[in-house]
């Protein structure tokens, strides 16, 4: 069995530096921003922040970061989700904080939109594949037709109940796994932890999910690119962002090869497979980071025309990028203006509502 693990991040950041205006608390010519690049939540991050307080500010992100991660990770076992998980089955609530219950009970809400597409209780059928333990490369594996069957039983959200003061799984092998939304949830949480820095410039990449706050110094929007899905070192295309999040999804992120076959991270609720639905990747944009980051996984998981179709009617509104295998690329119309499309062997079309 071939086992592969990648931790690259889905996007590259193309910040592009120019000369600053001295001036009372702006960028100094030649500052290129707090930087800190580290690792957490499964994943590389880099944080990179203007302000006149930006060293102070970017270590109160990486610690927000981190404190984050002890709270909402499921491999770490005194984490308030690993203790929700340990008690599956007990009827009696979990105590969990304020902020634990409302992103769960965001969860809860992101997988009605998406008619279950998303499911944050999917950790029992994450774990029979072996991709539960973050980093575990052995322990991969395809399992039985038999064995997902039983386990889907425990993959139901509304079997996940909260209360005010905290939550409880009703089955026992029930659990909770946040790796679809966590990191949107912690870039929200950051741009609103720069901001009480006064931090009006800031580019946030967590894996996947790049959250841009105001605009690079210059005045000008970040620009970020949307990754190859097929190609790391390539990129699909540069966009213009300013106050918004760009949250990638992909089968590429995580996967294993077995008997000649590629199984990947993102699994179909429905089915407790990795989701098969000529999709290479997806990349939500708007400004809700939590909510990006949970839509495109789910929208992985639907595929192209039913992804389109809740970029239609939603009343929230986000743009969309959708790679498919067939090597086009669906972009919707929001993202037109400043778009620059780069992907060597594609075509794209753009998106009318
Ligand atoms: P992302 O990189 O945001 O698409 O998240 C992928 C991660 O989300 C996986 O590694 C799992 O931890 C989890 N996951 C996989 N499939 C689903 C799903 N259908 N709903 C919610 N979480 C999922
Ligand atoms: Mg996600």
Not at 70 to 79: D, F, H, N
Not at 200 to 214: P, S
Not at 234 to 241: D, E, F, G, I, T
């Amino acid at each position: 069995m071939k086992r592969f693990f990648s931790f690259l991040p889905t996007a590259i950041i193309l910040a592009v530096f120019c000369l600053f205006l001295a001036s009372c608390g702006a960028p100094s010519v030649g500052d290129v921003g707090a930087i800190r690049q580290f690792f957490a939540m499964d994943t590389a991050m880099r944080l990179t922040v203007f302000g006149p307080q930006q060293e102070k500010a970017a270590d109160a992100a990486l610690a927000e970061v981190n404190r984050l991660e002890q709270l909402l990770s499921r491999t770490r076992p005194e984490s308030q989700i690993s203790l929700l998980n340990q008690r599956a089955g007990d009827p009696t609530p979990v105590g969990l904080d304020r902020e634990v219950i409302a992103l769960i009970s965001a969860s809860k809400g992101f997988s009605k939109e998406t008619c279950g597409a998303f499911d944050i209780t999917i950790a029992p059928v994450m774990d029979a594949w072996g991709f539960g333990q973050s980093g575990q490369e052995d322990a991969y594996r395809v399992p039985s037709n038999q064995k997902l069957e039983s386990l889907l039983s425990l993959v139901d959200a509304d079997k996940l109940t909260l209360t005010t003061e905290g939550g409880a799984l009703a089955e026992v092998g029930m659990a909770v796994d946040l790796g679809a939304v966590a990191k949107g949830y912690a870039a929200g949480q950051l741009i609103n932890l720069l901001k009480s820095f006064d931090v009006e410039n800031a580019l946030l990449e967590l894996g996947g999910n790049i959250t841009a706050l105001g605009t690079h110094p210059d005045g000008a929007p970040w620009k970020i690119a949307v990754r190859d899905p097929q190609d790391e070192s390539a990129y699909l295309c540069v966009l213009p962002l300013r106050d918004a999040t760009a949250s990638t999804s992909g089968g590429y992120e995580r996967f294993f090869e077995a008997g000649g076959k590629t199984y990947h991270h993102i699994i179909d609720p429905a089915t407790g497979r990795p989701a098969d639905t000529g999709l290479l990747s997806v990349t939500v944009i708007s400004p809700n980071a939590a909510r990006d980051d949970a839509l495109s996984t789910a929208l992985f998981v639907l595929g192209p025309e039913k992804a389109l179709d809740l970029w239609r009617r939603s009343e929230e509104k986000f743009e969309l990028i959708l790679v498919k295998t067939d090597d086009s690329v669906l972009i919707t119309e929001g993202l037109e203006e400043g778009l620059a499309f780069k992907g060597e062997g594609y075509t794209y079309e753009i998106i009318r509502r």
